[in-house]
């Protein structure tokens, strides 16, 4: 049975090794580390803390490899994800509204049943705009597949042989941090989704909100002004349920209750969990089996979040 270790931000104390161990998850080891771009392949801290070696799957540069080698499809690219930040664009400014909505009428007092399915209703407004801001980037993403047919192009496919490879001969896949939309991108462009399935994978931060349905930015205290969770992209959907918040101790309003409890309750089924520092969950079969640091948010206003284990 596949095992999905989940983990916080790696940097400054790393547990990714004990938690290994704890789980039961050995060599031979791959990695992931598109989201380190530039800095990819930079493993020697890594296997440091590991004990053992790590071949990365190098999926930053293979991607720079297939754009130099085929301009035409590179600048089709580079227009789809115009065309994704035109929408997302679009979505935020429709989501600034419903979300002021949603946070007056969970403000408003006494709570009376009118009161309560207005709320009920904002709720299931933003839950409308998330869906179908998911609907139409996952519609954009066929409609370039249609038209480039990715897996079929000489160099991707080369790749894909490659990268097939060595995903078999390793007994755990390991997927960094670092920037978010590159490493979705470079996953998908590589169609990494299908050859994680069913592998024993070691996640944190943004690596670990890529296996997830749908990937969430969010920041409560953003330097520019008011913050706004937004759905960003499509994940690998190997963890349908969880919606991932790396640094959240950082990031969310922890102490607002009624903020905590809206993210909640807008995002289920899916459960929204925090991971800070030293922070694990263990899924097996995608049902969490063990965990500690990482706490699930309510759906009650409640000031207590819920712990992340089982």
Same mark, same amino acid.
């Given at each position: 049975?596949?095992?999905l270790l989940?983990?916080?931000?790696?940097?400054?104390?790393?547990?990714?090794?004990?938690?290994?161990?704890?789980?039961?998850?050995?060599?031979?080891?791959?990695?992931?580390?598109?989201?380190?771009?530039?800095?990819?392949?930079?493993?020697?801290?890594?296997?440091?803390?590991?004990?053992?070696?790590?071949?990365?799957?190098?999926?930053?540069?293979?991607?720079?490899?297939?754009?130099?080698?085929? =301009? #035409?499809?590179?600048? !089709?690219?580079? &227009?789809?994800? *115009? $065309? @994704? +930040?035109?929408?997302?664009?679009?979505?935020?400014?429709?989501?600034?509204?419903?979300?002021?909505?949603?946070?007056?009428?969970?403000?408003?007092h006494?709570?009376? =049943? #009118?009161?309560?399915? !207005?709320?009920? &209703?904002?709720? *299931? $407004? @933003? +839950?409308r705009?998330?869906?179908?801001?998911?609907?139409?980037?996952d519609?954009?993403?066929?409609?370039?597949?249609?038209?480039?047919?990715?897996?079929?192009?000489?160099?991707i496919?080369?790749?894909?042989?490659?990268?097939?490879?060595?995903v078999?001969?390793a007994?755990?896949?390991?997927?960094?941090?670092?920037?978010?939309?590159?490493?979705?991108?470079r996953?998908?462009?590589?169609?990494?989704?299908?050859?994680?399935e069913?592998?024993?994978?070691?996640?944190?931060?943004?690596?670990?909100?890529?296996?997830?349905?749908?990937?969430?930015?969010?920041?409560?205290?953003?330097?520019?002004?008011?913050?706004?969770?937004?759905?960003f992209?499509q994940?690998?959907g190997?963890?349908?349920?969880?919606?991932?918040?790396p640094?959240?101790?950082?990031r969310?309003a922890?102490?607002?209750?009624?903020?905590?409890?809206l993210?909640?309750?807008?995002?289920?089924?899916?459960?929204?969990?925090?991971?800070?520092?030293?922070?694990?969950?263990?899924?097996?079969?995608?049902?969490?089996?063990?965990?500690?640091?990482?706490?699930?948010?309510?759906?009650?206003?409640?000031?207590?979040?819920?712990?992340?284990?089982?």
């Amino acid at each position: 049975m596949p095992d999905l270790l989940i983990l916080g931000p790696q940097a400054r104390s790393p547990n990714l090794s004990p938690c290994l161990a704890a789980a039961g998850m050995t060599g031979p080891i791959a990695a992931i580390t598109a989201g380190w771009q530039e800095r990819e392949a930079e493993l020697a801290a890594l296997e440091e803390h590991v004990g053992a070696a790590v071949q990365d799957l190098r999926l930053y540069a293979r991607a720079e490899d297939v754009f130099a080698g085929d =301009r #035409a499809y590179h600048d !089709a690219y580079r &227009e789809r994800q *115009a $065309a @994704l +930040r035109e929408a997302q664009d679009l979505y935020r400014l429709q989501l600034e509204h419903a979300r002021a909505a949603a946070r007056e009428l969970y403000r408003a007092h006494p709570a009376t =049943r #009118a009161l309560r399915r !207005a709320r009920i &209703e904002a709720i *299931a $407004a @933003l +839950r409308r705009l998330d869906a179908s801001h998911l609907a139409s980037i996952d519609a954009t993403h066929r409609r370039f597949e249609r038209r480039w047919r990715t897996e079929q192009r000489p160099a991707i496919a080369r790749h894909r042989e490659e990268l097939d490879r060595i995903v078999a001969a390793a007994s755990t896949v390991l997927i960094a941090g670092g920037h978010v939309a590159v490493l979705i991108n470079r996953l998908r462009l590589f169609g990494m989704q299908a050859l994680l399935e069913g592998r024993s994978i070691a996640a944190w931060s943004a690596g670990a909100m890529a296996l997830t349905a749908r990937v969430l930015l969010f920041h409560d205290r953003p330097p520019q002004g008011a913050g706004a969770a937004e759905v960003f992209e499509q994940g690998l959907g190997l963890l349908p349920d969880a919606v991932f918040l790396p640094h959240a101790a950082k990031r969310l309003a922890l102490d607002d209750p009624e903020r905590t409890a809206l993210l909640a309750r807008r995002m289920r089924p899916a459960g929204c969990y925090t991971l800070d520092e030293g922070d694990w969950l263990w899924f097996r079969d995608g049902v969490l089996r063990a965990g500690a640091g990482s706490r699930r948010l309510p759906r009650a206003g409640s000031r207590a979040v819920d712990r992340g284990a089982a």
